[in-house]
């Protein structure tokens, strides 16, 4: 027992039912009844036609088991080096204490105002009344963290639709 589809409504045709066409560059056209027949002779759209199944597939009509299984897609994180800086050195930045990092801070404020001061009394013509050498960073060894994993990409589920 084979059953066949209609050309038209994309429903099925069980046998004993439906009409064949074979158009004259030898295309065979099935149609489960005479109202699809009639519509396909008129050119109407099967898309713009309600009750047809390219319809309902276009229009997402009746597939609520299937928006049970649907994920939402999730971004997958990706760290990369930035000009200037290699991805060890952003690691090792990121891992170290805010006390370290405030410290090294403040530091290179007082390195650029020194400067800015050195620079502004060479134009007036005057010397430095005492340049203080900048104090050193206490620096705790650590050990960096691990980067974290990358997830991969789930395949796909479902066909071309």
């Known amino acids: 027992m084979k059953i066949e589809l209609c050309v038209y ?10 009409k064949r066409l074979v158009k004259t560059d030898g295309k065979t056209l099935i149609f489960l009844n005479r109202k699809c027949e009639r519509s396909h002779m008129m050119k109407r759209n099967p898309r713009k036609i309600t009750w047809t199944v390219l319809y309902r597939r276009k229009h997402k009509k009746g597939i609520e088991e299937e928006s049970k299984k649907k994920r939402t897609k999730r971004n997958t994180k990706f760290q990369r ?14 891992n170290q204490n805010p006390e370290v990092r405030k410290a090294q801070r403040e530091q290179a404020i007082r390195i650029a105002k020194e400067r800015s001061r050195l620079g502004k009394s060479a134009k007036s013509g005057k010397k430095p009344s005492s340049v203080l050498p900048p104090k050193p960073i206490p620096t705790k060894i650590q050990k960096p963290k691990a980067p974290k994993p990358v997830l991969a990409k789930a395949p796909r589920v479902g066909g071309k639709r």
């Open 9 to 18: 409504s994309g429903l099925k045709i069980y046998p004993g039912h439906g």
């Open 81 to 94: 080096a930035v000009i200037g800086a290699t991805l060890q050195d952003i690691l090792a930045k990121r």
